[in-house]
């Protein structure tokens, strides 16, 4: 069976989130953080080299890195949904939010939370640099989602999945507000009416309400 390894409050809820989307059975783990630093505990570290979440077992096979889990499940377990194929009209976009997911935003938003750490005096060029990435990114994501109700456009793909988390769990470790983004927060209201995802939520991490505003 397939062993999902969830650490809390982590880019690990994406791929619980995937499988309760496809309706596959899994074998939920949940691993808790360390409550002083707030990272991953030993056990967690062992599963894999890189010692980081998520982590998924797949009988012999053990695969970290959320988006090549994510494609790894939809590419075994999905028969074609949540993806779109090469003659769709909104394939493109559908590579293109995907990969932007961890691409673009999620780095953007953890240099921001790094030099946010490092208390430095906010006219730093880098700091000013840093914050005007994250405002391009969030600014592209609104425009997309003004005029289409999800990143590939009318279809909910795993492009979705990959950005959600940098939108909502993220904001526990670097909060950055969301209110200029009227489409965004729109949009997180019709991701979390979704019943995989309020399963999801609520399996893997039930001591926390999502952020979805």
């Not at 695969?63 to 090469?86: H, M, Q, T």
């Amino acid at each position: 069976m397939l062993v999902v390894h969830h650490l809390g409050r982590s880019q690990s809820e994406r791929i619980v989130w995937l499988c309760e989307e496809l309706g596959i059975s899994y074998d939920l783990k949940v691993y808790d953080r360390d409550k002083v630093t707030r990272l991953a505990p030993p056990e967690y570290k062992k599963l894999h080299p890189i010692g980081a979440a998520p982590v998924i077992d797949d009988g012999d096979v053990r695969i970290a890195e959320s988006g090549a889990i994510v494609d790894y499940i939809v590419a075994k377990y999905g028969d074609g949904r949540l993806v779109l194929e090469p003659n769709h009209p909104d394939f493109a976009q559908f590579l293109y939010w995907l990969h932007f997911a961890n691409g673009t935003f999620q780095p953007a938003t953890g240099r921001n939370m790094i030099l946010n750490r490092l208390d430095l005096p906010a006219e730093n060029p880098v700091v000013t640099a840093m914050k005007g990435r994250l405002a391009l990114a969030l600014g592209l994501l609104d425009e997309r989602l003004t005029s289409n109700q999800f990143l590939a456009g009318a279809a909910f793909t795993t492009a979705d999945i990959m950005i959600v988390f940098t939108l909502t769990t993220m904001r526990l470790f670097y909060a950055y507000d969301l209110k200029p983004y009227s489409a965004i927060l729109a949009y997180l209201q019709r991701i979390g009416a979704r019943p995989a995802y309020q399963r999801a939520m609520a399996k893997g991490d039930p001591d926390m309400a999502p952020l979805l505003s």
